[in-house]
């Protein structure tokens, strides 16, 4: 068997070790040490498994992963989800569909602490849903909007998905963190219009609530304090160079550590649980980093990711509609596919494609703007049938909602997310304009 063919098998034996449910990280590890055996032998192998995961393991940025995963779990337990609800309530909670609003608002804020598009999924289903659903909102809608809200995290920075992404092709994290920030922002709009124009056709989804008054507006503004500090310190230190995201980090877990033991929200028990959830989260990580890495070294010994480009470039297709078609590829595997295994797995055979295109703009900023686009597309993956893993975080909360109405609950956001990703596709500058004002 050639090296290709061997290379495509092993792309379906993995895939098919996944639909099986094996591990992601344990199937890719498993396909590629075989495929590696394969393609060379035993000794080469182990000579490779001796020397490239410390390498890999050994590096200084990887660090920044837990760090933002401890920073996310010491707000999640500090119950800075709710008050950022409470205070968004208290402005637009009196607008048909104002919580969900306000969903959307807090998830913003939330996600420039947590970086974890499930974890955020997850802690407004606790925090803001038994809401939701007291004041009246349709089941569907207020799952729905829960689902949603934890896909604007993964374009906030700082998103774990975008720092995987600069790892794994080598960017520069703190000039996509800069390139996220205006998509992000755009998501945010889009699905602020998309609950407009969803409760002016359909107003008994979305009951009003009676006006916050100035004193109850105020108190709730002022519990937020503790996110606008970090946020603060840890986005306005990236972008104006006093940090590097690594630094940030670090500095955002102890601010946030000692807003919480400040506030008497984090004791023995949460810091606790806090570390155990960033020791399980970055261990499921790191085994999916390293499972990628191994299948990638068997992926370049049969040279499947060359071939693929040169196959690519030589149908003389626009490298726009090259890119269309990427992205179309992109929403079809993350239907079915979780959005970390799906990055890790179509970056060695994509990105060399993406760098071998003329977009008319340097290769450096041709992969900062596939970066985004690919993390819009895989929030779309993150919310759309079959699988949709925030779908099914909020689903496991609001056990008596069935998952067929949360599933219509987004698809309006959806559609918007799909234009959304048309528009970046159409004006790179969207992702790259922040990039070269601030560089």
Same mark, same amino acid.
């Given at each position: 068997?050639?090296?290709?063919? &061997? ?39 182990? &000579? ?42 208290? +402005? ?36 803001? *849903? ?43 994290? &703190? ?72 630094? &940030? ?75 269309? *078609? ?55 993956? +993150? ?53 070269? +004002?601030?560089?």
């Amino acid at each position: 068997m050639s090296g290709l063919a &061997a290379g495509a098998v092993g792309f379906a034996v993995m895939l098919l070790l996944i639909a099986i449910r094996m591990p992601v990280g344990l199937s890719m590890l498993v396909t590629g040490s075989v495929g590696y055996v394969y393609l060379s032998s035993w000794q080469a192998f182990l &000579a490779y498994m001796k020397a490239n995961p410390y390498h890999q393991f050994a590096n200084y940025t990887l660090s920044v992963i837990p760090l933002f995963i401890l920073m996310g779990a010491f707000a999640e337990r500090s119950g800075l989800a709710r008050d950022l609800f409470a205070a968004a309530r208290s +402005l637009v909670g009196h607008i048909r569909g104002g919580l969900a609003l306000s969903v959307i608002g807090a998830c913003t804020v939330f996600g420039a602490i947590c970086g974890s598009s499930v974890a955020t999924t997850a802690t407004f289903g606790r925090a803001a *849903l038994p809401e939701l659903r007291r004041y009246g909102y349709d089941p569907g809608f207020a799952t729905g909007t829960i689902a949603i809200g934890g896909v604007v995290d993964l374009l906030i920075p700082p998103s774990i998905i975008l720092v995987v992404y600069a790892i794994a092709t080598e960017q520069n994290i &703190a000039k996509l963190f800069m390139a996220a920030l205006i998509p992000g922002l755009l998501a945010v709009v889009y699905y602020s219009i998309v609950v407009a124009i969803v409760v002016r056709l359909r107003p008994g989804i979305a009951p009003s609530l009676p006006k916050s008054d100035s004193s109850e507006r105020a108190h709730a503004l002022l519990a937020t304090w503790p996110a606008v500090l970090v946020i603060v310190m840890v986005i306005g230190g990236i972008y104006g160079g006093v940090f590097t995201p690594t630094e &940030a980090a670090a500095v955002g877990c102890v601010a946030m550590l000692a807003v919480g033991v400040a506030q008497r929200r984090l004791g023995i028990t949460e810091i606790k649980e806090s570390f155990i959830q960033t020791a399980e989260t970055s261990a499921m990580i790191f085994i999916i980093l390293l499972g990628a890495e191994v299948f990638d070294a068997f992926l370049a010994l049969s040279r499947l990711p060359a071939e693929a480009a040169g196959m690519i470039s030589s149908l003389g297709l626009q490298p726009f509609v090259i890119m269309a *078609l990427l992205m179309l590829f992109y929403i079809l595997l993350g239907a079915v596919m979780d959005e970390l295994a799906m990055l890790l797995l179509t970056l060695p055979v994509f990105f060399p494609i993406v760098q071998g295109l003329d977009f008319g703009i340097p290769p450096d900023e041709a992969a900062i703007w596939f970066g985004i686009l690919v993390l819009i597309v895989v929030g779309i993956g +993150l919310t759309a049938p079959p699988i949709g893993l925030n779908v099914f975080v909020v689903s496991a909360i609001a056990k008596d909602v069935p998952i067929t109405q949360t599933y219509r609950g987004v698809l309006p956001f959806i559609a918007a997310d799909i234009l959304r990703l048309a528009l970046v596709v159409a004006f790179p500058g969207l992702a790259l304009w922040l990039v070269r +004002l601030l560089s």
